[in-house]
């Protein structure tokens, strides 16, 4: 059944949603909507089609494979009337076939974006495909100005008496062509200021048009003195009265604006390299034109320093980019096509006789991943470069820039930079991918996850007085799948956010559950980098507690150090705002990133948790010690408690006492453990006993 609904806000642009499915248009239409942006949802086309009837919207996403009409057919008939067929169409699309890809753009979509739908990269897109729209908007205002100037006022008409050749103009034609002199008295004094490649093909239409009557309609370039100018000719080819009448129109300013359109509609604004489209068919009259030689394809993501700059401001970014697109031109070869796929995504073709074409690939990521002087800031460039060759992977260009960008792909999952040759495997490992993906999906709608929970005890008196709160996920065929294989999917998907709800909102109802069963614990919930940006988050925290009637002093809300140094400042501001609602607040993993002190000793924080890789072998290690002891006696003088984590033994446990760590967790105490589980662990273990006092 079809369902529509509106999310109205005061502001923002207006999305219509097309899609059958309707998870990703809750996903979608919640995430959008967080940007602002007012969303209508429709599960189908016809049902779209009426809705733009009656209502006008901003840009359309549609999905490509829907029952009632797929998308090719719903975006034919909005093309069709005028009143639509101008907005902006993104496909949505789990094809990532070349031809899906073609079909679409002949059809007349804006861009497309394939599914598993990223929602950061989707609110890009958006923004990107407005403002190209409301760019060729403002174009087509100008055109239809112009158009309209010239016909009102820089419309001329003439006449041409055939008895004695005298040619006549109408007034003000000399000013309307920008002429110093009079207009020309005759056809042959006209025609000799006719451009000579046009000369002879005027002189025809108007003999033609004098003896037999026939219309003509032709553009010639008028010249005069130093000055050219485009001239549109005509006339209905019918004597009147012993003479023949037309009209002419200066072009030149009307040609120029469309050249720029085209120049615009087929151009990255920002850097003036070629879109995909004019990319790929450059490519395309290359590699035809060069038999026998092969052609290398090269797909780059700078996404690490777009990511970067995002925090330093616009300008920063497109600096960055266009000093990017310029080491792109300085050091590829001088016959390299270079193109701007999207917006963290560059290409080059080139043909070489080249065996070894990653070698070149190779030269070329060295100098592009020298770090960016951007004013007094030097920027780390992270470059990741996917290569196929016409000689191994493929005959067309779209293939080889599809196996380019998949062997992109991998490497940025995968988070490895530097080169990848494209190989049988990859196409293998990306369908292990998607298929890790779609099920992610399905336990995300399916609540296939659950928690489990990590006791932690003071070490003095051996009350457990904690716990943390740990992800799982229960795949139906597979079993428990180990969560380093499935949070980083998360994490790159997006999904991380529908997860990490759900964490919050189970882990604190879970606490809550254990509250009114006598077990008034603090519960550790970790935050993920999502999360971290949410403006809403405290608010959403404070209702689920007052929902649950879980005092806020009981959560204790992680983070990991990494994430509080990507952008210090925004986090110290959320913080504050948490603490000031009084949530515990914690720094995990703390020594593993690089902090600076003088940040971290101004978080509002109240525990610090030393990474288990400084436990494992402080029993050995000098080290480990010396670290673990000077982040104990910084937790000192700031207050704060410290928690080690990952305590396996005894002698481990009575290292860390003797250097003043408070608090323990680790498998010597448990394992971490279900909820029904955990709660007979607390029932029967009110205190930590040593492990021989326990057996």
Same mark, same amino acid.
């Given at each position: ?156 008409? %003439?006449?041409l008496t055939e008895s004695d050749n005298f040619l006549e103009w109408s007034e003000g034609a000399s000013t309307l062509l920008g002429r110093p002199t009079v207009m020309p008295g005759s056809l042959a004094e006209f025609l000799s200021e ?12 108007? @003999? ?135 917006? @963290? ?5 080139? @043909? ?17 991943? =020298? ?101 799982? %996920? ?18 790159? *998907? ?7 709800? %759900? ?33 809403? =988050? ?16 009981? =959560? ?72 673990? *002891? ?18 396996? @033994? ?46």
């Open positions: 059944m079809n369902q529509t609904r509106l999310d109205v806000q005061a502001q923002g642009p207006s999305v219509l949603l097309i899609d059958d499915d309707a998870m990703i248009r809750t996903l979608v239409s919640r995430g959008l909507g967080r940007g602002g942006v007012r969303v209508t949802e429709t599960s189908g086309g016809a049902e779209a089609l009426a809705l733009m009837d009656q209502s006008s919207f901003d840009l359309v996403l549609l999905d490509v494979h829907m029952p009632d009409m797929d998308g090719f057919e719903t975006l034919e008939a909005i093309r069709s009337k005028a009143r639509r067929g101008e907005i902006p169409v993104i496909m949505l699309t789990a094809d990532d076939e070349p031809s899906a890809i073609e079909k679409a753009f002949e059809r007349g979509a804006t861009d497309f974006i394939t599914k598993p739908i990223n929602l950061r990269l989707l609110e890009q897109r958006i923004r990107y495909a407005m403002a190209g729209h409301a760019r060729e908007n403002r174009l087509r205002e100008l055109q239809a100005e112009r158009a309209s100037a010239c016909q009102i006022a820089r419309l001329g008409f %003439w006449r006719i451009h000579p490649d046009d000369r002879l093909r005027l002189d025809v239409a108007f @003999n033609s048009a004098l003896s037999s009557g026939q219309p003509f309609d032709l553009e010639s370039r008028l010249r005069y003195a130093d000055e050219e100018r485009l001239v549109r000719f005509s006339s209905p080819g019918h004597s009147d009265n012993d003479a023949l009448v037309g009209s002419f129109q200066d072009v030149t300013s009307l040609r120029k604006l469309e050249a720029q359109v085209l120049y615009l509609s087929e151009h990255d604004e920002l850097t003036g390299l070629p879109r995909q489209r004019l990319f790929s068919k450059s490519a395309e009259e290359r590699l035809a034109s060069r038999t026998g030689q092969g052609m290398l394809l090269v797909v780059i993501s700078i996404h690490h320093v777009l990511k970067f700059t995002e925090y330093l401001g616009s300008r920063i970014t497109q600096e960055a980019t266009l000093k990017i697109a310029q080491r792109l031109r300085s050091f590829s070869p001088d016959a390299a096509i270079i193109g701007r796929l999207e917006e @963290n995504l560059f290409a080059l073709a080139l @043909n070489t006789h080249d065996q070894q074409p990653e070698a070149l690939a190779q030269s070329l990521h060295d100098n592009l991943a =020298l770090p960016l002087e951007i004013g007094t800031r030097e920027i780390p460039v992270r470059v990741v470069m996917g290569v196929a060759h016409s000689l191994d992977h493929g005959t067309e260009v779209s293939e080889l820039i599809r196996s380019a960008r998949l062997a992109c792909r991998l490497a940025l999952e995968q988070r490895l930079d530097g080169v990848h040759l494209y190989t049988s495997d990859s196409g293998q490992d990306y369908g292990t991918r998607l298929t890790l993906e779609a099920d992610l999906r399905i336990a995300c709608a399916q609540e296939q996850f659950f928690l489990v929970f990590q006791p932690q005890v003071d070490i003095h008196s051996g009350q457990v007085i904690g716990a943390e709160a740990l992800l799982r %996920w229960r795949h139906p065929e597979r079993g428990v799948v180990s969560p380093g294989e499935f949070i980083p999917v998360l994490e790159e *998907t997006g999904l991380i956010e529908q997860a990490g709800a %759900w964490v919050l909102a189970q882990g604190i109802a879970d606490a809550a559950r254990l509250r009114k069963e006598g077990f008034d614990l603090r519960m550790g919930i970790n935050l993920s980098a999502v999360q971290l940006r949410l403006e809403n =988050l405290p608010e959403t925290l404070t209702e689920l507690c007052k929902e649950h009637e879980l005092p806020h002093r009981r =959560l204790e809300l992680e983070i990991t150090e990494g994430m509080a140094m990507h952008d210090p400042i925004e986090t110290r501001v959320l913080l504050e705002k948490l603490k000031s609602r009084d949530f515990s607040l914690s720094i995990d993993d703390f020594g593993t990133g690089h902090s600076a002190l003088s940040y971290i000793t101004d978080f509002p924080v109240d525990t610090i948790k030393i990474d288990r890789s400084f436990v494992i072998n402080i029993t050995e290690g000098r080290k480990q010690r010396a670290i673990v *002891t000077a982040i104990s006696a910084l937790s000192a003088q700031l207050g704060l408690t410290t928690i080690a984590e990952g305590i396996e @033994n005894e002698r481990q446990r009575d290292y860390v006492d003797a250097l003043g760590v408070h608090e323990i967790q680790g498998f010597l105490i448990s394992r971490p453990l279900p909820f029904d589980e955990f709660r007979l662990f607390l029932s029967t273990h009110g205190k930590y006993r040593r492990i021989q006092e326990s057996t």
